[in-house]
């Protein structure tokens, strides 16, 4: 759910962690980093943010827009995020998973790990 946009570098979107807005490399390994995840501020109504940077983009300024338009209707980004789960993406291998899936079987692949391992 990364933030991208042409000529700038890949941005925190939804979800975010202590180096924020860097995102860590492709098929780094960050020891700790699942438990530093959270949900980006920019989004949360409750902390001020707007949930509608969900469907326009944005929320690392307007560079980043997707919707320029405004318009209520407007979904390309949302799908576009849908899309992303399925593409494959480089992982670490020292996680013990393998190194090249979409997010779905890479999900699939670690309760699998998990449940070999208890």
Known sequence: FAETAPSQPNAAGLFT???APAIPASGTLVNG???SISVNAAFDP???GS???LRDGGA???AYVSNTSGAASY???LIAYGNKLDQPMAFDSSAGIT???GVSD???NAIGWFEGVR
């Open 17 to 19: 962690w202590p180096g």
């Open 33 to 35: 980093l699942a438990g």
């Open 46 to 48: 409750s902390a001020g």
């Open 51 to 53: 949930a509608a940077l």
């Open 60 to 62: 690392n300024g307007a």
């Open 75 to 77: 979904s390309d980004l």
């Open 99 to 101: 190194a090249t899936s």
């Open 106 to 108: 890479y999900a699939a």
